[in-house]
């Protein structure tokens, strides 16, 4: 089985441009979680989508949206960006919700902000 | 709220010699904890899970952690480390509504 693919792997923007990362799920799996790691904050939960609905959401602000597709695909959006964004941006795919089921993450998306 | 506390950013031990991260968790109900290694460039690989069964969990690669509710601990060990150990390692704790909250993360060194 194939894993967790995130695309793209690197990527640099500029402050206030908008920035769209996409994830696909280990086929089969129908959660996605999303999360921001940086050397001062940390690995910090953003949200999870379940079948296309959020689940969840961590305490960021409004900039930070996402979206699944009926196929399990997801994608995050950052509008407005500014230099504490840049990180590494993880995606984690389950096959259910909830802590029971095992999540699996994928290599991230590094985003640069200059 | 939930959280956990991993004492000390980097760990050095030598090849052979015995693997001790510490983790410290909060938590008001009981608890789901986790053990995950990121290698450099690359996502987290689970490791172990407890999930309220047995109180020694064993993982992959060697590695073990045992659960102690009256320390509120969930510590990792490798009885003899190897060069492909090095990495980092993170302690996370899950609440029922499945919001994960990982540790700072230890780095772990391991010298020939």
């Known amino acids: 089985k194939a894993g967790v693919t995130q695309t793209p792997r690197y990527l640099i923007k500029t402050r206030g441009q908008q920035v769209t990362l996409s994830c696909s799920p280990i086929s089969g799996h129908r959660s996605v979680s999303w999360y921001q790691q940086t050397p001062g904050q940390g690995l910090q939960f953003l949200f999870e989508?379940?079948?296309?609905?959020?689940?969840n959401k961590g305490n960021f602000p409004g900039r930070f949206s996402g979206r699944q597709f009926s196929n399990s695909r997801s994608e995050m959006n950052v509008s407005t960006l500014e230099l504490g964004d840049s990180a590494l941006y993880l995606c984690?795919?389950?096959?259910?919700?909830?802590?029971?089921?095992?999540?699996?993450f994928g290599p991230g998306t590094r985003l640069t902000v200059t | 709220a939930q959280s956990v506390t991993q004492l000390g950013s980097h760990v050095s031990v030598s090849e052979g010699a015995l693997v001790l991260l510490r983790c410290n968790y909060s938590s008001s109900v009981p608890p789901y904890l986790f053990w995950y290694v990121q290698y450099p460039n690359q996502g987290l690989q689970l490791l172990l899970k407890y999930t309220s069964a047995a109180t020694l969990v064993k993982g992959i690669n060697g590695f073990e952690a045992e659960f102690k509710k009256s320390e509120t601990s969930f510590h990792l060990t490798k009885p003899s480390a190897h060069m492909s150990d090095a990495a980092e390692y993170f302690c996370a704790v899950s609440d029922p509504n499945n919001d994960m909250r990982f540790g700072a993360g230890t780095r772990l060194t391991v010298k020939p």
């Open positions: 984690a795919s389950s096959s259910g919700t909830g802590r029971a089921y095992e999540q699996y």
């Open positions: 989508y379940f079948s296309e609905t959020q689940r």
